[in-house]
């Protein structure tokens, strides 16, 4: 048995380093939000100091503690002493890593002799839900897992130390994001339900208790408008695994592959209270609305749950040693085939955002910017798109205000208040005074620059566009070039013309170069 449990670790390590290989080898990740999310980093660091006038001129920190703000705070403050790059990636590194671990505490806690199935969690690592950079999010099913499975460690024995850990647990998964709370709620909830024993009910409620009651304050105070779809079009999203479809249009084809796995498998397990919270997590994907208030994709973020939870009701099984084989050999090709199809897109990609972010020598400190993006998912040489459903480019401009201190113009996030740590101020919101809401993140984006200083006495010293078409025909894009030309001045080509940077002609700011540079 000793040696069985260290082939499996070895294994696990190894397909987890591999994983790994991408971080580290890639200059940038190219999610759609994670810039912005390294660009708030950036302005809680630098804020107070000397360097965050600019920062102090447009922003406001937004006070109190709320869901969502874990990844915020150890990137500024654990992590402070690194570049926000490198905290990125070290970040990164550390969920790719404590994921398939979390996995692991939580089937050991089910059946130790299991642990190998740990290895079903690989393909679901690299997400479409982490490549959209909702980073918080899935750092929260890392504290889900651990905090499921200190649970079932501990549930028979929640005295005042395992119960206050576990408490900690909970409000560790609450701040990363109040979905995976839910989902910790439901779990746990459900597996009570057959075992009502008070010296169990009453510790874990207790324990709960604090994480319920800031989860409820939260939803109350967030609650807004919701937009639900089709119930078939959730099912669909849940039985083909659209999970993982990111990228590449090909990780479609094993999106799919992952669900027949997982569907064969729960034909094979046997009978436990883990079906039923199969069951509940299937139906919060069919009943909860796809968006309430701010936060969208909930019935993709709640799709990964019962996959998750078919892994601990394997777990509950005891499958004979031939389908053990199989299911290592399925989870391994699986995840080995979707790593591999996404780091070929991904070293496309990283050749383009280095290009993009290469804008940020001619921008300086003190400045604002605004990124305008032509081609969200990037355009190559042959006119096809470089992504598939993640959008690279979007918000790729917030990866020069993660560099240094300036005021990113498209930073999504300071749109809204009480949902990130940071905001605009409302008579200098960008998204409010140069662009009516979204329309700045739309293609082309509809925006007026020229006049936001006149109305609003902020300023847009430096505009940044990518891969403008050469087709003027657009009404939007008439108006950027009449805007440009009449206020801005060119200061800066890429070598392959993708990126340019305009100069406010009355900019305050100095330090760019007033030569433009051949196509």
């Not at 503690?65 to 570049?83: D, G, Q, S």
């Not at 339900?193 to 009453?202: G, K, M, P, S």
């Not at 992952?258 to 094979?268: N, S």
Request: proline share 6%.
């Amino acid at each position: 048995m000793a040696a069985q449990i260290k082939r499996e670790v070895l294994l696990l390590g190894a397909l987890i380093a591999v994983q790994l290989v991408p971080i580290w080898t890639l200059s940038y990740f190219p999610s759609q939000d994670g810039p912005a999310h390294l660009a708030i980093a950036n302005i809680l660091r630098e804020y107070g100091g000397p360097g965050g006038q600019v920062l102090r001129e447009y922003f406001v920190l937004e006070p109190g503690a709320i869901t969502n703000w874990f990844v915020y705070f150890l990137l500024a403050h654990v992590l402070r002493f690194l570049p926000l790059a490198l905290a990125e990636k070290i970040f990164l590194s550390a969920y790719v890593i404590l994921f398939p671990l979390s996995v692991r505490y939580a089937v050991r806690a089910v059946e130790p002799r299991n642990a190998y199935l740990a290895l079903l969690a690989l393909p679901f690592t690299y997400n479409y839900l982490l490549g959209m950079g909702f980073y918080n999010f899935c750092c929260s099913l890392v504290a889900f897992f651990f905090a499921l499975g200190y649970w079932l460690r501990h549930r028979e024995r929640l005295g005042w130390l395992h119960g206050t850990v576990f408490a900690i647990l909970t409000l560790w998964v609450y701040l990363c994001h109040v979905v995976s709370v839910g989902a910790l709620l439901a779990a746990i909830g459900t597996l009570s339900l057959f075992d009502l024993r008070r010296r169990i009910v009453l510790p874990t409620i207790l324990a709960f208790l604090p994480t319920l009651v800031l989860m409820l304050l939260f939803v109350g105070r967030a609650a807004s408008e919701t937009i639900s779809i089709p119930v078939r079009e959730k099912l669909a999203k849940l039985l083909t695994a659209e999970v993982l479809a990111s990228f590449d249009p090909r990780t479609r084809y094993l999106g799919y592959a992952v669900a027949v796995l997982f569907g064969i498998l729960a034909l094979r397990a046997r009978k436990s209270r883990w079906l039923a919270v199969f069951v509940v997590f299937v139906a919060l994907v069919l009943v909860v609305p796809s968006s309430v208030g701010v936060g969208g994709f909930l019935e993709l973020r709640l799709s990964l749950f019962p996959f998750f939870a078919l892994i601990l009701w394997l777990a509950a099984s005891d499958p004979p040693a031939p389908l053990r084989r199989g299911i290592q050999a399925a989870a391994i090709g699986l995840s080995l085939a979707l790593l591999g199809l996404l780091w070929t897109r991904w070293r496309v990609l990283d050749g383009y955002l280095a290009e993009y972010v290469s804008a940020g020598e001619r921008i300086p400190e003190g400045s604002t910017v605004l990124p305008l993006s032509y081609s969200h998912f990037g355009t190559g040489p042959d006119g096809s798109e470089l992504s598939y459903r993640v959008q690279p480019f979007v918000h790729a401009g917030s990866h020069i205000a993660a560099g240094k201190p300036v005021a990113d113009l498209r930073l999504y996030a300071a749109d809204y208040e009480g949902y990130f740590p940071v905001h605009y101020r409302p008579e200098l919101n960008p998204y409010r005074h140069i662009a009516q809401g979204y329309w700045a993140e739309r293609v082309p984006p509809w925006v007026e620059f020229l006049t936001y200083p006149r109305r609003t006495g902020g300023r847009v010293d430096y505009v940044l566009i990518w891969q403008v078409p050469t087709d003027r025909g657009h009404p939007a894009i008439r108006s950027l070039w009449r805007q440009l030309r009449i206020g801005y001045e060119r200061v800066w080509v890429s070598p392959r013309g993708f990126a340019e940077v305009y100069r406010d002609k009355r900019a305050r700011t100095s330090g760019a170069s007033t030569v433009p540079t051949a196509r």
